[in-house]
């Protein structure tokens, strides 16, 4: 059985940092691109971050751009996501997912067709 499971969530100060892992089984990712989605209540699922399945490109949605950093363990089947100088309104389910192509995962339209996701890791940000 495929999975993807989050972790690292939990409650942080405003200006803190967590870091977020997600640990693949049941296959190999090392070629897929892996990305970070995230859900706060109420409102839609927003993109965060995406790497290539060599890791070497990034794409990061501007809010989060200059905090968070996305890199990629290929042996470890692991991403992960560090957020620096959190916010109150990175308050949100975190998401991790994996897809074949990195333009699926950072395309707005196409999040239907994203080939895996995990289940979620709550962070919560006080002010």
């Known amino acids: 059985q495929v999975q993807l499971v989050e972790s690292g969530g939990g409650l942080v100060q405003a200006g803190g940092s967590l870091r977020l892992s997600c640990a693949a089984s049941g296959r190999t990712f090392s070629n897929y691109a892996r990305g970070w989605f995230r859900q706060a209540p109420g409102k839609e699922l927003d993109f965060v971050a995406a790497?290539?399945?060599?890791?070497?490109?990034?794409v990061y949605a501007d809010s989060v751009k200059g905090r968070f950093t996305i890199s990629r363990d290929n042996a470890k089947n692991t991403v992960y996501l560090q957020m620096n100088s959190l916010k109150p309104e990175d308050t949100a389910v975190y998401y991790c997912a994996a897809d074949l192509s990195v333009a699926t995962l950072t395309s707005r339209g196409s999040r239907r067709s994203i080939g895996y996701w995990g289940q979620g890791t709550q962070v919560t940000v006080s002010s």
């Open positions: 790497i290539t399945w060599t890791g070497g490109s990034t």
